[in-house]
């Protein structure tokens, strides 16, 4: 399966911080992998324009459900189709905690990106206390079974697994618990796809930087990696795109 190299700038990012999504252009014409970068909702139309006609794809950080409404502040997935986006993460553990996403409502928004011809990138990940209580696989596939929606096949769904402590701390699992959960999230995955669950490619995100990135890459049924921090320079998410291809 080709590997998918995303980056999550979060709120991070002025226009000015554009040259290093175009410095990407130069730095991955050969990768053999594929690579998206989700920046900032001001800057995905920039961006999109920026990079057109080159093999990166630029992606949201979250939408609205429906379609159009009285929904103040918020952005639908056919409004970012129409600036450029081609991906939308949902459910990440930011929006989780911090707005109180629930499965139900990250499985909403999947159906709308998939309605807008767009692509989900779809995050679950265990709690520190949740892999310390040895409910981590339950944890996840849980949230899998329910985050994901019917309309859900393998071009347009990715999924990523971000233990929430690995995110931003600099800590990673070993590779024996990455391989442990992704070989689990794909059985999850057959159970409720069927023959298209094979073929949905499931990210590691936390902690992911050039120098763990090989190691990481190498371990069944990762497929790729959902990048936060290091994806914010082109040198350092250059280094991550390198060890996957
Ligand atoms: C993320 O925010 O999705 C993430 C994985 O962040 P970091 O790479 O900085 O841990």
Redesign the pocket.
């Known amino acids: 399966m080709k590997k998918l190299i995303a980056g ?1 700038w ?1 709120m991070n990012g002025l226009a000015s911080s554009l040259a290093e999504i175009e410095a990407l252009k130069g730095i991955t014409g050969e990768a053999a992998c594929d690579i998206v970068v989700c920046p900032p909702l001001t800057l995905v139309e920039k961006a999109a324009e920026r990079v057109g006609g080159s093999r990166i794809a630029i992606g949201a950080q979250d939408c609205h459900a429906q379609p159009s409404g009285a929904y103040t502040g918020d952005v639908s997935a056919e409004m970012l189709a129409e600036i450029g986006a081609r991906f939308v993460i949902l459910g ?1 553990s ?1 929006r989780r905690s911090a707005y109180r996403e629930t499965d139900a409502a990250v499985a909403a928004k999947a159906i709308a990106v998939h309605q807008a011809g767009l692509t989900s990138i779809i ?1 679950v990940g265990e709690t520190r206390a949740e892999r310390d209580e040895g409910r981590a696989i339950e944890v996840v596939c849980a949230q899998l079974e329910a985050s994901i929606p019917n309309t859900a096949t393998s071009s347009n769904t990715v999924i ?1 697994y ?1 233990p929430v402590w ?4 600099g800590l990673v699992p070993t590779l024996e618990q990455i391989e442990e959960m992704h070989s689990s999230i794909r059985q999850a995955l057959e159970k409720r796809l069927g023959e298209n669950g094979l073929g949905v490619r499931i990210l590691y ?4 930087k050039a120098s763990n990135a090989k190691a990481i890459f190498g371990v069944s049924n990762v497929d790729g990696a ?6 914010l320079k082109a040198s350092e998410f250059a280094g991550i795109i390198t060890a996957a291809a």
Request: with cysteine; glycine share 24%.
């Open positions: 999550n979060k990440h930011e995050c990523a971000e690995a995110i931003g701390t995100g936390g902690s992911v959902l990048v936060g921090g290091a994806s």
